[in-house]
């Protein structure tokens, strides 16, 4: 096994825990929010990269093992998921790229805006590493999305091309 496929798998494993994680909150959320139409837009768009990692499994599953089909239409869907992924991912990397854009005194001041009344504010220091440590990791998950997305196409176009070799080789057998 290669270390790119080993990353790929990594990723895909990474992404569903973590894309499942978020559907999981998300359906709570579904339970309690008034706005339905935010909340099927939500889940609508992390399905997508949920659904396309679970077909990165399938699709490692028929790269690891010839002899695994996989139906005829699989190949334009994970094209159409990657595509999707991948804007998902750019989607993330503009909205850290506009969190960033907003002054630290100004993020401070809608934190405190946004606090409970009576209850202990946390000192400035804190409040700026935790935005510092929760942007860092939205994009890593944006990185690993666009990666697994990149990486899901890359096998795909091997699979695809082994499997044309391999029908080649049969007709040739045939005759």
């Known amino acids: 096994m290669s270390f790119s496929f080993g990353f790929f798998r990594f990723l895909t494993y990474g992404n569903l825990f973590?894309?499942?994680?978020?559907?999981?909150?998300?359906?709570?959320?579904?339970?309690?929010?008034?706005?339905?139409?935010?909340?099927?837009?939500?889940?609508?768009?992390?399905?997508?990269?949920?659904?396309?990692?679970?077909?990165?499994?399938?699709?490692?599953?028929?790269?690891?093992?010839?002899?695994?089909?996989?139906?005829?239409?699989?190949?334009?869907?994970?094209?159409?998921?990657?595509?999707?992924?991948?804007?998902?991912?750019?989607?993330?990397?503009?909205?850290?790229?506009?969190?960033?854009?907003?002054?630290?005194?100004d993020?401070?001041?809608?934190?405190?805006?946004?606090?409970?009344?009576?209850a202990e504010k946390p000192p400035p220091g804190m409040i700026s590493a935790i935005r510092k440590v929760v942007f860092g990791l939205i994009g890593i998950h944006g990185l690993a999305i666009a990666g697994n997305a990149v990486l899901s196409l890359i096998f795909l176009r091997k699979w695809k091309k082994e499997q044309a070799a391999r029908e080649e080789e049969e007709t040739t057998l045939d005759l």
């Open 107 to 118: 993020f401070i001041k809608m934190v405190d805006a946004n606090s409970m009344q009576g």
């Open 18 to 105: 973590v894309v499942g994680f978020f559907v999981l909150m998300a359906l709570m959320a579904l339970l309690v929010v008034g706005n339905m139409s935010a909340m099927v837009a939500t889940m609508f768009t992390i399905g997508i990269v949920f659904i396309h990692n679970i077909l990165c499994l399938h699709l490692q599953k028929a790269v690891k093992d010839p002899e695994v089909t996989i139906s005829s239409n699989f190949y334009t869907f994970i094209i159409i998921l990657s595509v999707l992924s991948i804007l998902y991912s750019i989607y993330i990397f503009f909205s850290v790229s506009a969190m960033m854009a907003v002054s630290e005194a």
